[in-house]
């Protein structure tokens, strides 16, 4: 027969591996549990990012379309300043033409003036106000030119800021 003692250290023994036993169970329940929650907050999060990673590739996108219309209007008005340039040399020429022909005029006016009378040479005066109108235009015109160029630009680059914030169709 069994010593009370024995007995007695026996249960305890017993008793305390159901209790580490016990204890361990509850500690990996209690771990499955903090497992469960960190897969859940971690999936909570990972969806989160993932929402904000596609938010932020719409900005992205909306962005590039927004500077691919401005460098749209930035080259239209650097092909309206090459047209104007060519344009403003096209005119040059005929301004050189006009300007032979005003003094081939201007030399007939002298020519007869001469023989008639004396005074100021009306085909001298008439080449000097040619050139000196001829000048203004085409300050002018290179003037307005600038002007509609640069509004042009102007109005483009406001339309491609302006559309960012318009809802798509």
């Given at each position: 027969m ?20 016990a ?8 771990g499955?549990?903090?497992?469960r ?17 596609v ?10 379309s ?15 300043a ?16 006009l300007?032979?022909h005003?003094?081939r ?13 004396a ?5 001298a ?9 001829e000048a ?21 680059s ?6 960012q914030?318009?809802?798509?169709p």
């Open positions: 069994l010593q009370p003692a024995t007995l007695k250290a026996r249960l305890l023994a017993a008793a305390g591996v159901a209790a580490v036993a204890a361990g169970g509850f500690a990996a329940g209690w499955w549990r903090d497992a929650c960190d897969a859940a907050a971690a999936t909570t999060r990972v969806s989160a990012l993932q929402q904000k990673v938010e932020l590739e719409g900005q992205r996108d909306a962005l590039a927004v500077i691919n219309r401005q460098q749209e209007a930035t080259n239209a008005a650097a092909n309206l090459r047209r104007a340039r060519a344009d403003a040399a096209a005119a040059d020429r005929a301004a050189d033409s300007r032979q005003v003094a005029v201007a030399g007939q006016c002298s020519a007869a003036a001469a023989v008639g009378q005074g100021a040479e009306p085909g005066v008439l080449a000097e106000l040619f050139g000196r109108l203004a235009g085409r300050e002018l015109a290179a003037d307005a030119d600038r002007a509609r160029i640069a509004g042009q630009l102007c109005e483009r406001y339309d491609a800021l302006s559309t914030h318009e809802p798509a």
